[in-house]
Each structure stands twice: as structure tokens, then as C-alpha cells.
């Protein structure tokens, strides 16, 4: 599967599961076309650059890459001029020889369209096919039955911000018999003027051949005859509309008229074309297919929620929710705990998903939808965001009242703009028209036409605060499609308003960019404007703007061009409220333009930018060197960021949402830093999670959560991360005692954990390690582990109990080298509890603790002098003594040790579900009213306290029973000496 965004992926089990193929070989996320070699289905072509040119999110590709491990790995094989893809071909028996259907630059004219030709695997490119710059290749297919045979349709098209052209003479469909050397325009049947066309052959019959025609008289033509003559078989507009985006056919491959177009329902016709009828998918806006050769009930379709599989005709299908592959256009958060991230998601939903799951996993329940549409901007009070507005396309906006779940339409001016000419609108509203909440006043909404508009009553009335802040130019305002198709969805709708931030410095300063290249700034909440637009910006999107947190009169632009076909980096910077500019841009890839660019909050002058190529960061805003962000994040475009808690969340187009956790670490670094060979990361603070931490997951899908617990950062040189040194981590209390330790080797209590182990959930310690660059370890906010005994299974683990909020002091060691830092442990802020409570917690809490330590050691010492009395025995046989006479004794002894240990431990458990079996006895009643009170947190329930008191009875009185028999090993100890053995420890 190719995603718009997202890579490539493969399933091996009928789409139950996918996983990427393309994030480690990759430059790009935006697929065209994927194409197997029947011959050897181990090569794998793929095509970058989605074809469907999206006037608001499309992302061009940098030509082709081949695997020959079934996509293990990659090979980029050229065609980077080719900007986007629309089909692939490989020959049926030499997976060498394959073409490629190029469309070309939407933006411009380039000479790199058309069909090109591979023989030897990608190593060179031949064009084969070229009508002109204007004139790319829609679609690629071939005569199954005869490799010699091909069919293209091309296409002339081209996008302007505000225009989308697709049709002219040049445009047709193109045959050829000599295996893609050369191409003859089939005419005959086909109109003159045409636009984007898909093309089909039957593999039944390969003489029928179909094609989706965007023309004046379009529609479905069909040709009996190989392309010789076409008649047209279907004119009804169900099946041609949008042609731009849609215009993708496909034929049963057992049935010749059994046929298939892909539009925005998926259609299908059993009478050769002439009737279709819509099908049932798990989504709309289709765009490919693929069919099994010999079961034709078993297809997949690709569609703008993910690739679908069916094996009984489209009756049912695989999910679309296990592919990781959404496109957002913005980002916000809140601030709660854990706070939420919101946005719009391309072709679905807005939704509000949160951060973190204290059960562990963040799945489909931790979701909602949240009002407005696909294109959403999302507003709130961060603090109280009970109240969220939301747009969508086409002027919508919303309001949604999270407490009631109720949605409202709040448009300033309820006016029905489909199809209509936007010259002829009151308002100009963007496909991604902006609404923000005053973060001075909750209760007033901004939202973006081409005028701002400002409400103090949740929508119910708004007034114009500001003068049209376009250009405003009407020859950009007329019809967005051409010459045959008008395309009035929304996103070619210009000269609007495209960002809109207000200081969080003083209420009533705004600045406000649009979508033509303009920037206004206000400071009294509206009553005057003034242009700072920086000299040069052009014809260019204003994509983002950031107020510095450090400064009220400093700005930054992240201005985008590539709609003008220039694809280069703008970001500008004002210290002096927009009067005067600079560009920060200088460094970032020359062909990479830029999205978005925030400041850090922390630590001023650090910025980070988000780009069409990625994450981006200088730690200077007045001499900035940028280096790339990639960690683990996907080659894919960046299209909003947002700061929460220290955490950095963006919005990517393809990809989801992504969470860096913490940016300590960045924001601390500096040349010293990295010069050093050893420095430990200071955490000043950190969040305690009442009540530990769960393990269980909340849906299908589940998202990655941060790791459960505090985060211990360190950077090692690769001189001494060479040297493999041993690593210890430790943490103690503020009075110095010891309250964890890691090594870099297990010990004998973490071994012994894992012996212990429910085999059905088997545990595996993990220690930490040093290697070159940034450490983490993390600290699960936890005491020591329980000591270990072998044969004593508490299967809800050996785990120590949570530390209580306070200060600790972290000591990183790794060979010579040490470091050591003090931090604080805050409460949860969702607990409500005085000081007063937390010792008392604590108090119970560390008393269950010991109280099961010592349990534990007493089992183990009793069955150490158990094993011993039986080892002196036999050293008296093996040394010649007659110790007959206390083999009765000893006996008797063993037998007071073991049902010693049968009240205390069960001793026939090894596995879980023994406990349903035979009753757990005083081991794992100590250890469940532990993990009650550590689990509940603060206030300590009663019964809790009135537990841990009997058991503390119970525990008592098993003590009085071992010390009798220490008694009785005490006189057996006597019985030894006078044989010249050695004593055994009493317990």
C-alpha cells in the first residue's frame, strides 16, 4: 500500500496488520504507485508523488525506488524531476524492464512527464512518451495476455492557489505495440478537448478496453477492437465527477464486463459499463484496485481511509483503522492531565485524542470527535476547553460543548457556496479558515475570512474588526476549475485569511496572515491595521506565525511559496513588531520549504521548524545553524507544532500525530555538552503517576505512550561508550538512602524474578546500557524489588511499592565517570491529598514493604537451615559417623519447616492459575494490601489500614511458630557439635 503521506506498507495477513517498508530507505512519504514483478514478486517498484493533486495537501515525490527483497530494502533508481507518479507497470517476465507514468509538476511546466522505460532495473530511463511540458501521464496499463501492448492517458493539468486546470487538445489516450518504444494517439470515437483519463483492459478479452474520459460529452467510452474505435457507454455525471481527483477504472479479471470506477463511492457495472451501482466500503474518495487473477471476489481497494481487502465481492472488508497514516492539517492541545491533542484530519474528522493512558496504551476509547470538519483549525480555552470551535470547509464552524456533546452551526453568514464563484461571497473563508479563542478572554472567538471577525457571545453574533487584509484581487476569485470541469469544493477559494495569533504578551494585539502573501499586525484589538509584510514575500502563503514567549515585540514567519512553484525555505523574524525583518532560513535544504517554525518556551532563541522534508532545529535565533530532528520520526512533512508541558506535538501529513515527551535534553544543549565525554541530563521535576502504572491496553488501534515513569537522560562520548564501561543508576531519598539501583549486569534478585515468572507472562529485567550520544533510562517512580525466593510465586509480581512525592537525588556512573543531580518528585495532580495524608501513606505503605521483605527472608533462611540439617546429615554418612540417631530429629525438624512454609507461601503454585486451584496464604495477602494502598493513593482507605493490622497479627504469630522451631534447630545445633558438624543458621 502507498499512502498519500505515509510511505509504503505491507500486510502478509489479508490486512489484519501492516507494517512499514519505506521509513528507513525513503526521502519521501507520498506514494503514486506500487508495481510488482509477476515474474518475482520479491521486486518491487514504487513511484513517489501522489497523483490526485490536492490544491491543499499534496506532497511531490523525488522519482522511483526499487527493492529485490519484497521490500526489505531499497534503492532510489532516479526520475526525481517527475514530481508525482500515477502508475507503474513491470513486464510480466522480466522484472527489469518496467514503465513508469509520469504526470509532472502541478505547480509549473517541467519536460519530465509522459511515459519512461526501464530495462535494466532502474539504472537508466528512457522517455518514450512526451506530448508536451503541460502534458503528464494520468494512467499506465498493459495487455496481460501481451507484454507488447500498452495503453496510456494523458493528461494536461496544472494548479494555481486559486485554479485548477485539467483538459486541452494536447490531452488523449496513447497506444503502443512494441512494448513502450513507440506511442500512437488513438482518436477515433474520443473527443477533441479532453481531460484526465484512467484507461483498462480486459484481461478476459484484451481487445475491450475502457476508459473514464473527463470531456465536454465524457464519461465511460469502451473499445472492442484494442483501442481502434471507442463509443461512449455511460454519460451519467455519478461517474465523472471531480475528475481531477478521481477518474480511476478497473475490469474484473475473469469478467470483461464486469467493471469498476473509482470516484467518490466506489461503483460497479455488470453490463459492460452501461448501469453502475454504488458499493458498500469501509470509506469514500477511491482511488486504485487490485484483483486477484484467479478470484476475482478477492480485490483491495485503495481509498482515502487506507487500503481494503475483500474476499467475497466487497461484502465485507479488512479494517482501515490499523494503518498509522492520517494527514492533519494543525495542532493544538490543551492543558490538562494528561492533556489532549486536537486537529483535522484530510478526508475524515476533526478528533481530540490524548497524550498519555494511565492504563498503559492510548487506544479508540481515549478518541472523539470534537466538531467542524476534515480542514478543521480547533479553538479553546486550554485550560476549560469544554467549549471548542472548529471549521471545516466551505465557511463552516462550529461549536462544540464537550460536557453536553452537543454541536453547533455558529457561521457568521449561513451561506450555501458550493459551486459559486468566491467574487460573489460576503465572506472568503480558506479551505483551512482559522478560528482562535482569546487567550485574555475566553469568551471571544476570531475567525478569519478575508476580514477578521470577532464574537462575544459563542457565535451568536459577530463584527467585522479589521478592513479586508487580502489582496483582494478578483481575477483570482472566479471559477476554480477549467476548461471542462468548474472546481467550487473550497480549496481553490482565495485571498483569505490564512493564520491568526494574538499575543499571549498584552490582549488586542493580533497579528493576522493571509493566503496571498500578506501579514497585518493590530495592538488595540482592532481598530487600526498596519501592513508589516517583509519586502519580497510575493504571491506566497503566510503558513504560520509565532509570537515569541520571551518577547512581546518579536515574531516569526513561516511563509511557503511552493504554490508558486518555489519550493525554497522562507522564515523571517521581527524584534520590533514587524517593521523590520530577517531571514532565519539560511541552512535548511534549498529545496525544503518550511511550514511552520515556533520558539521553545524555556529557552529562548531555540526554534524548531517543521518542514516539508521534516523537523528542523537551531539553538539561536540570531545566528541559527539548523540541524535536522530525526530520532524515529518518518520522512514526512510537518504541518503545524505545538508546545504542552514541555512535550513538542506535531502534525504531520501522513504520519498522525508525534510526541517528542521531553525536551530537556534539547533544551539544555550546548557545544560543552556535546564536547564532553560523559554529562548527565538534569530533570528538575517530575510528575509522580498515582497509583503506579497499568498494563492494560484501552482498543484497537493503540498508540505508543511515553515510557511509565521518570525519564534519566545522559550523553556518552563514543570514546568512552567504546570503552563499554559498567553503568550504574541509582536514587536516593533526600536523607541519602538508597532507594533503587540499576547495573549494567543483572544480580541475583533480578534473576531470580525472572525464574519466578508466571511462564504464561514471563518477565525479563532489563538494565541499562551505554552507547555514543543520548541515554534514557527511566525509573519507574518505584522502591527496590521485593527480595526474591526461588519457588515462591507471587504472580502479581515482585515489584516494590511507588516512592512518595519529595526530593531525590539521581547518580548516573559509567566506568570513572560519575554525575549526580537533585530533583523533585511532584504528587499527581489529579489526587487530592494534604501532606499529612501522603506520610500516612507512606507510612503503611513502607511498614506492608518491610513487613513483606522480611516474610520473604524467612523463608528463604528457613529454607536454607531446611537444606542444611539434611547437608550435615549427609557429610556425618560421607565422614563415617553414625548419625542415625538424629535422623529422627531432623525429620521432625523438616517437617515443622514445611508446614511452617505452608502457611506462609503455597508451594504447589507455578503458574496463575493455580490460584484458582490452591488458596495463596500470608506471602501474597502482605503483598495485595501493599499494592492496594500504593495503587489507591492518598487518602489510605480504613480497610486497607484494618488489613495490614491482621496481617501483621497473622505474620506475628508465623514468626512465634519459626522461632519454636529455631528452638528445636538450636538443640538439633548441639546434637551436630558433639558429631563435629557444623551448625545450622536458625532462621
Request: with cysteine; charged share 20%; hydrophobic share 35%.
Amino acid at each position: 500500500m502507498g499512502a498519500a503521506g505515509g510511505g509504503v506498507w505491507k500486510t502478509e495477513n489479508a490486512g489484519q496488520t501492516w507494517n512499514n517498508l519505506s521509513d528507513s530507505d525513503f526521502n519521501t512519504g507520498t506514494i503514486g504507485a506500487i508495481a510488482v514483478a509477476p515474474s518475482d514478486p520479491n521486486v518491487v517498484y514504487v513511484g513517489t508523488g501522489e497523483s490526485p493533486i490536492r490544491g491543499v495537501t499534496t506532497s511531490h515525490g523525488d522519482g522511483v525506488y526499487r527493492s529485490d527483497d519484497a521490500g526489505a530494502t531499497w534503492t532510489h533508481t532516479g526520475l526525481e524531476a517527475t514530481r508525482q507518479i500515477s502508475a507503474l507497470v513491470v513486464h510480466p517476465t522480466d522484472p527489469k524492464t518496467a514503465w513508469v507514468a509520469a504526470q509532472g509538476n502541478p505547480w509549473a511546466a517541467n519536460k519530465e512527464r509522459g511515459i519512461f522505460k526501464t530495462s535494466d532495473g532502474g539504472k537508466t530511463w528512457t522517455q518514450t512518451l512526451k506530448v508536451d511540458d503541460r502534458t503528464g501521464a494520468s494512467d499506465l496499463v498493459i495487455d496481460p495476455g501481451n507484454p507488447r501492448v500498452l495503453y496510456a492517458g494523458m493528461w494536461h493539468h496544472g494548479r494555481n492557489p486559486w485554479f485548477i486546470t485539467s483538459g486541452d487538445t494536447s490531452g488523449g489516450i496513447y497506444k503502443s505495440v512494441d512494448g513502450g518504444d513507440t506511442w500512437t494517439e488513438l482518436t477515433a470515437g474520443l473527443p477533441d478537448l479532453v481531460g484526465k483519463i484512467g484507461v483498462a483492459v480486459a484481461p478476459s478479452n484484451p481487445d475491450k478496453v475502457y476508459a473514464i474520459v473527463e470531456a465536454e460529452e465524457g464519461g465511460l467510452f469502451v473499445s472492442s477492437n484494442g483501442g481502434g474505435s471507442w463509443s461512449r457507454q455511460n454519460d451519467t455525471r455519478l461517474i465523472q465527477a471531480r475528475a481531477w481527483y478521481y477518474n480511476h477504472i478497473g475490469v474484473d479479471p475473469l469478467d470483461e464486463n464486469t467493471v469498476y470506477i473509482m470516484n467518490a463511492p466506489l461503483l460497479k457495472s455488470i453490463d459492460g459499463g452501461k448501469t453502475f451501482a454504488p458499493m458498500r466500503a469501509p470509506h469514500g474518495d477511491h482511488h486504485d484496485m487490485w484483483f486477484n487473477p484467479e478470484n476475482s471476489d478477492n480485490f483491495i481497494n485503495a481509498n482515502d481511509g487506507g487500503a481494503t481487502i475483500t474476499f467475497d465481492g466487497g461484502n465485507t472488508w479488512s479494517s482501515i483503522y490499523n494503518q498509522p497514516t492520517a494527514q492533519f492539517y494543525r495542532v493544538i492541545t490543551d492543558n490538562l492531565t494528561p492533556f489532549s491533542v486536537y486537529g483535522g484530519q484530510q478526508d475524515n474528522t476533526t478528533m481530540a485524542i490524548r497524550s498519555d493512558a494511565f492504563d498503559g496504551s492510548i487506544g479508540r476509547d481515549d478518541l472523539k470527535t470534537i466538531g467542524g470538519g476534515e480542514s478543521a483549525h480547533v479553538a479553546f480555552d486550554p485550560d476549560n476547553p469544554r467549549l471548542i470551535y472548529a471549521t471545516t470547509i466551505n465557511a463552516t464552524l462550529t461549536e462544540f460543548d464537550a460536557k453536553q456533546e452537543r454541536t453547533r452551526l455558529i457561521k457568521p453568514y449561513p451561506e450555501y457556496v458550493f459551486g459559486r464563484d468566491v467574487k460573489d461571497h460576503k465572506y472568503r473563508y480558506n479551505w483551512n479558515a482559522p478560528v482562535i479563542v482569546s487567550l485574555h478572554d475566553p469568551s471571544t472567538i476570531y475567525y478569519g475570512a478575508q476580514v477578521l471577525l470577532r464574537s462575544q457571545d459563542r457565535g451568536q453574533t459577530w463584527t467585522e474588526v479589521s478592513p479586508d487584509l487580502t489582496k483582494n484581487d478578483p481575477e483570482h476569485q472566479g471559477q476554480g476549475g477549467g476548461p471542462i470541469t468548474n472546481e467550487q469544493a473550497g480549496a481553490e477559494f482565495y485571498n483569505t485569511i490564512f493564520t491568526i495569533e494574538e499575543s499571549q504578551h498584552a490582549a488586542g494585539t493580533i497579528w493576522v496572515g493571509s493566503d496571498d502573501g500578506l501579514v497585518h499586525l493590530t495592538q488595540d484589538g482592532g481598530e487600526t491595521w498596519t501592513n508589516v509584510t517583509p519586502s519580497g514575500v510575493g504571491e506566497a502563503l503566510i503558513n504560520a506565525i509565532e509570537i515569541s514567549p520571551h518577547d512581546p515585540a518579536t515574531a516569526y514567519l513561516a511563509v511557503t511559496g511552493y504554490k508558486m512553484n518555489d519550493f525554497k525555505p522562507y522564515i523571517y523574524r521581527t524584534t520590533d513588531y514587524g517593521r523590520s525583518w530577517k531571514r532565519l532560513d539560511k541552512g535548511l535544504p534549498a529545496d525544503t520549504f518550511v511550514r511552520v517554525v515556533r520558539e521553545d518556551p524555556e529557552r529562548e532563541g531555540l526554534l524548531y521548524a517543521g518542514t516539508e522534508a521534516g523537523m528542523f532545529v537551531s539553538f539561536s535565533a540570531t545566528k541559527p545553524q539548523w540541524q535536522r530532528m530525526r530520532f524515529n520520526l518518518p520522512p514526512v512533512p510537518i504541518t503545524d507544532i505545538e508546545i504542552r508541558q514541555n512535550s513538542l506535538v506535531i502534525a504531520t501529513q501522513g504520519r498522525g500525530f508525534y510526541l517528542l515527551d521531553d525536551l530537556t535534553p534539547i533544551q539544555s544543549y550546548t557545544d560543552d555538552i556535546a564536547n564532553s565525554d560523559f554529562y548527565l541530563n538534569p530533570t528538575e521535576r517530575f510528575v509522580r503517576s498515582a497509583g503506579g502504572f497499568g498494563n492494560v491496553g484501552s482498543g484497537d488501534p493503540e498508540a505508543g505512550v511515553r515510557p511509565r515513569g521518570m525519564p534519566i537522560q545522559f550523553v556518552a562520548s563514543e570514546a568512552l561508550a567504546e570503552q563499554d564501561p559498567a553503568l550504574s543508576i541509582t536514587i536516593k531519598d533526600d536523607a541519602g538512602t538508597l532507594i533503587r539501583q540499576y547495573d549494567s549486569e543483572k544480580s541475583a534478585n533480578d534473576l531470580c524474578r525472572e525464574r519466578v515468572s508466571d511462564p504464561r507472562s514471563p518477565v525479563s529485567i532489563d538494565t541499562p546500557s551505554l552507547k555514543a550520544g543520548m541515554n534514557t533510562w527511566t525509573w519507574d517512580t518505584r522502591r527496590e524489588a521485593l527480595r526474591c525466593v526461588d519457588g515462591v510465586h507471587i504472580f502479581a509480581g515482585y515489584a516494590g511499592p511507588s516512592v512518595p512525592p519529595g526530593t531525590y537525588q539521581v547518580t548516573v556512573t559509567a566506568g570513572e565517570e560519575t554525575s549526580s543531580y537533585p530533583f523533585e518528585l511532584v504528587a499527581d495532580p489529579r489526587e487530592d491529598g494534604t501532606q499529612a495524608d501522603y506520610t500516612k501513606l507512606e507510612q503503611h505503605v513502607s511498614e506492608a514493604y518491610a513487613l513483606l521483605n522480611t516474610l520473604l527472608k524467612d523463608i528463604d533462611l528457613a529454607r536454607v537451615a531446611r537444606a542444611q540439617l539434611k547437608e550435615q546429615l549427609t557429610i556425618g554418612e560421607k565422614q563415617g559417623k553414625d548419625v542415625s540417631a538424629l535422623q529422627g530429629d531432623v525429620d521432625k525438624v523438616i517437617e515443622q519447616f514445611l508446614a511452617w512454609e505452608d502457611g506462609v507461601t503455597q508451594r504447589r503454585h507455578r503458574s496463575f492459575d493455580d490460584d484458582i486451584n490452591w488458596p495463596n496464604n500470608l506471602d501474597v495477602q502482605i503483598q495485595h494490601v501493599m499494592a492496594a494502598m500504593d495503587s489507591a493513593g492518598v487518602p489510605v482507605t480504613e480497610g486497607a489500614l484494618e488489613r495490614l493490622s491482621d496481617l501483621k497479627s497473622a505474620y506475628a504469630e508465623s514468626r512465634k511458630q519459626l522461632d519454636e522451631i529455631s528452638q528445636s534447630v538450636e538443640t538439633l545445633n548441639q546434637k551436630l557439635a558433639k558429631q563435629g558438624l557444623s551448625p545450622v543458621p536458625l532462621p
